[in-house]
T-cell receptor, first 115, second 112 residues
Framework: ETGVTQSPTHLIKTRGQQVTLRCSSQ?????VSWYQQALGQGPQFIFQ???????GRGNFPPRFSGLQFPNYSSELNVNALELDDSALYLC??????????????FGPGTRLTVT | GQQVMQIPQYQHVQEGEDFTTYCNSS?????IQWYKQRPGGHPVFLIQ?????EVKKQKRLTFQFGEAKKNSSLHITATQTTDVGTYFC????????????FGPGTSLSVIP
């Protein structure tokens, strides 16, 4: 076990709704990255938070937003849900420093289904 | 934008046979990471390579990072049923260390 937890495990939402996913990072880790993984594909980088600030962003629209708290836990918010947002959402924590990439430890993920 | 490719997409091997997956990036990477994801699970970190030409071994697994830091390989000797899963390479672009791009993965099936 990595010590990274995510909630909820599963979620079903309707198109147009908003969702908040949560992640608790591993003790001692100050960096959290969020990924979207569609079935049969590799994880797609959404964004990364380092010491409570967004530190990089992938090709996702602004309706994907995030937050990192002083204890380094993090939230992923998705507004105006679309059917294509159905996926496994993974968070990964690492002990980063600005300018370096370290190994990431993934949580179990949240399976989001949009109907 | 940066692209990371992996071949093959799928590999079926008889238990005891060797397995290799190859990873190629369209841009120079600052490092390469390998992850394994079991069916229904989440990616689990295996190893990180940083130096050009680096080779690392973990028991039956051998990882290589290319001289140009644009390609990598994972070789498993004498596969076992416990090796089943999808193997992903991932790496940040040298100039954008914060964006870790994953390859599409190689799915390994081991026939007992």
């Amino acid at each position: 076990e990595t010590g990274v937890t995510q909630s909820p495990t599963h979620l079903i939402k309707t198109r147009g709704q908003q969702v908040t996913l949560r992640c608790s990072s591993q003790s001692g880790h100050n960096t959290v990255s969020w990924y979207q993984q569609a079935l049969g594909q590799g994880p797609q980088f959404i964004f990364q938070y380092y010491r409570e600030e967004e530190n990089g962003r992938g090709n996702f629209p602004p309706r994907f937003s995030g937050l990192q708290f002083p204890n380094y836990s993090s939230e992923l918010n998705v507004n105006a849900l679309e059917l294509d947002d159905s996926a496994l959402y993974l968070c990964a924590s690492s002990a980063g420093t600005s300018g370096r990439t370290y190994e990431q430890y993934f949580g179990p993920g949240t399976r989001l289904t949009v109907t | 934008g940066q692209q990371v490719m992996q071949i093959p997409q799928y590999q079926h091997v008889q238990e005891g046979e060797d397995f290799t997956t190859y990873c190629n990036s369209s841009t120079t990477l600052s490092n390469i990471q390998w992850y394994k994801q079991r069916p229904g699970g989440h990616p689990v970190f295996l190893i990180q390579l940083v130096k050009s030409g680096e080779v690392k071994k973990q028991k039956r697994l051998t990882f290589q990072f290319g001289e140009a830091k644009k390609n990598s390989s994972l070789h498993i000797t004498a596969t076992q049923t416990t090796d089943v899963g999808t193997y992903f390479c991932a790496g940040p672009k040298k100039t954008s260390y914060d964006k870790v791009i994953f390859g599409p993965g190689t799915s390994l099936s081991v026939i007992p």
